[in-house]
């Protein structure tokens, strides 16, 4: 089969497409056909040897991936053969077919498309358990997404429409922000015209917001803590600008609080929470109330391509591979 790999860290060009064997199931997990992965910002950092997790060369990204149950373990009774299902992997998606662990596969609703299939789990996942555990936003209040036209921002703009919450959203192009405008924001704010604590200052009447949602940090951190309202949430989401300090005095006078979000503590100690998300925005899915922004699809063999316009700060929305 063909897969997309790395022999050593670095950018996407270290990125080679090999042929290797398919890779056969043990008793416990599940063989999918690929037919369509995804991109996230997380393949960059594990691509350069700065995430959580360091796979053993070979490996490749790919973080998610949508297609059918081709082969299942023994001990395997919840799934069946040619199911259609997404799956959430460790790495190496970028491959035409793929073995996942059946307590993260999930089976799709029958009118979900590969592509949104594929481009599902981990921004919506991620930002709904930030926002609705973490955040623990409430209808009528007010949120700020930093970079709400990337992958984990849009899904943070559509879920908080969800909740019912007011949604103040940023980004740094009109090309972004008119993005942003189809998911019908009550706010939209472009950072590199505007300062974005005077902005939310006059749109809250001084006030300020209930929750920051923040997958970007770096310089826009500062001006998005100045926009907390008394007891207000800061989720710490990215880190995509640089990793801001936190200044507690800021904190303790507002009564504000900063807060960790990570996917991967509700995968590894909390996986209740993982399935109830799953369930439930499966169902925000079926209603339309949310519906994953593709901007493009690429074919396998372009995965690096589809990798630089995340790293260069160029994609909005999700990307897909389809194979
Ligand atoms: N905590 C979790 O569980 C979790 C889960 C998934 C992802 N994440 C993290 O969330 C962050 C965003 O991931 P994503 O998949 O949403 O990425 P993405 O689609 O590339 O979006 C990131 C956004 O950050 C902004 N940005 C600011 N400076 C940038 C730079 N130097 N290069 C690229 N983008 C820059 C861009 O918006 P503007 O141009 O509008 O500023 C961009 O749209 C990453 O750090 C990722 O690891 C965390």
Redesign the pocket.
């Given at each position: 089969m063909k897969s997309i790999l790395c022999n050593r860290l670095g950018d996407p060009d270290v990125l080679e497409y090999k042929d290797v064997d398919i890779p056969q199931v043990d008793e416990n997990n599940i063989l999918i056909k690929v037919k369509a992965t995804s991109v996230?910002?997380?393949d960059l950092?594990m691509l350069k040897g700065q995430y959580q997790t360091k796979p053993d060369f070979p490996f490749g990204p790919g973080l998610e991936c949508a297609g059918e149950i081709v082969d299942l373990g023994i001990k395997v009774k919840k799934f069946e053969l040619n199911q259609r299902v997404l799956a959430k992997i460790p790495h190496s998606g970028f491959a035409e077919y793929v073995l996942s662990n059946p307590e993260f596969t999930y089976k799709i609703p029958d009118k979900m498309t590969w592509e949104h299939a594929a481009s599902f789990f981990?921004?919506y996942v991620?930002?709904y358990?930030?926002l609705k555990y973490q955040g623990n936003l409430m209808p009528n209040q007010k949120v700020l997404v930093?970079?709400?036209?990337?992958?984990?921002?849009l899904t943070a703009v559509e879920i908080s429409k969800a909740i019912g919450a007011k949604v103040f959203a940023?980004?740094?192009?009109y090309e972004?922000i008119k993005v942003i405008e189809e998911y019908g924001v009550d706010h939209s704010i472009n950072?590199t015209d505007k300062n974005l604590k005077e902005e939310i200052k006059i749109l809250t009447h001084g006030k300020g917001v209930d929750v920051v949602f923040d997958?970007?940090g770096?310089k826009?951190f500062d001006e998005a803590l100045s926009s907390l309202d008394w007891g207000g949430k800061y989720l710490i989401?990215?880190?995509?600008?640089g990793i801001p300090q936190i200044p507690s005095n800021r904190l303790l006078v507002k009564h504000r609080s900063a807060i960790g979000?990570?996917?991967?503590f509700f995968e590894n100690y909390d996986k209740e929470k993982i399935h109830t998300s799953v369930e439930t925005l499966f169902k925000l899915y079926n209603e339309e109330k949310i519906k994953p922004f593709i901007s493009k699809c690429f074919e396998l063999k372009d995965a690096p391509k589809a990798l630089n316009l995340?790293?260069?700060?160029k994609?909005?929305g999700?990307i897909a591979i389809v194979i």
């Open positions: 996230n910002y997380a950092v981990v921004a991620s930002s358990t930030a930093l970079g709400a036209a990337g992958g984990t921002g940023a980004a740094s192009s972004k950072y997958p970007v770096g826009l989401f990215g880190f995509v600008g979000c990570s996917l991967r995340l790293k260069e700060r994609a909005t999700r």
